[in-house]
């Protein structure tokens, strides 16, 4: 399972979304989301949001390229790791503030 992010929409500034995709949870459930990229130290990472409950906060995951070429959202084990993404996405939101 993604680690969870949790992110206050009540101020002002855009993100700049790639696209929408449907993120399909353990139990089947689909959600349409949209993507926020980003690199950080030279890996890719995208936080995805849910359109329809945006109270709900945002899935951080790191994105890789798999043997076809195609991109692929990998969940975040590394504790270490997913603590340097949420502290940058907390510093990112706060310059755009």
Partial sequence: MAHKHDHDHDHDHEHDYEEI???Q???GNEQE???YDFELDGQMYAVLFPIH???Q???IY????NEDGEEVLLDIEDDEEFERVLA???TDVMEME
């Fill in 21 to 23: 995709v449907m993120l």
């Fill in 33 to 35: 989301c949209a993507i």
């Fill in 25 to 27: 949870d353990e139990d």
């Fill in 88 to 90: 940058f996405l907390e």
């Fill in 62 to 65: 790191r994105m890789e390229t």
């Fill in 53 to 55: 409950e945006p109270d």
């Fill in 57 to 59: 906060g945002g899935f």
